[in-house]
């Protein structure tokens, strides 16, 4: 809804005294179907500062995520999945599906071949991120002694990354005072889905 523009010919005094009138509104566009429902445009999990942006707004079912995969751009719909096994909901892209893994871990996982996948974990208020990086290295070094920064956008986060042969395993620390997260990214050389991963893992959101 908005106002209408006052007629240029209403002197300055009139104007001043007929706002407070109430003037004519109107609506410029169909009534939304959905219209208690809101599209969660920021990532908390992800923000670069730190701070999480919370809303009690509802989110949309689904929405369009872009990426990039072997350098070609993407577009395709994801859709908002609530984990069953840890307090939070994100948008997973069609072709993966997000499954409990154990307790404290979630994965999303590629339909078509299961060891293209990203592990979820929500990490405790009280993380200690020196150490956290260390257990990080202590696990990618058993499969390489050759940690990498893989240099991906993951605003408020450190990254780790190994190669195994054709494998590649990602880790990213998302440094987040309110909602701290490891993911750990299992992506291949000519499957690299790490931005589809990003992604999906920056519409996450804790409940």
Known sequence: MINWKIHAGYITLACLLLTGCGSATENKGPIQENSGEENNETHPALQENGDPVKTNKVRLMEKNLKYTSNGRAIEKTAFLKRSDNQPFSLYVLQQFKLNAEEPG??????????????????????????????????????????????????????????????????????????????????TKKDKDYRDAFLEMAQTLSKE
């Open 105 to 186: 871990k979630d994965v999303v996982v590629l339909n078509e071949d299961d060891s293209i996948f990203m592990r979820i974990e929500l990490l405790t208020g009280d993380v200690d991120w020196d150490e956290a990086e260390k257990n990080v290295k202590t696990q990618l070094k058993r499969l390489s002694e050759t940690i990498t920064d893989p240099r991906l956008d993951v605003g408020n986060g450190t990254g780790f990354e190994v190669k195994d042969g054709d494998e590649v395993i990602t880790s990213i620390l998302i440094k987040n005072e309110k909602e701290p997260l490891r993911l750990t990214i299992f």
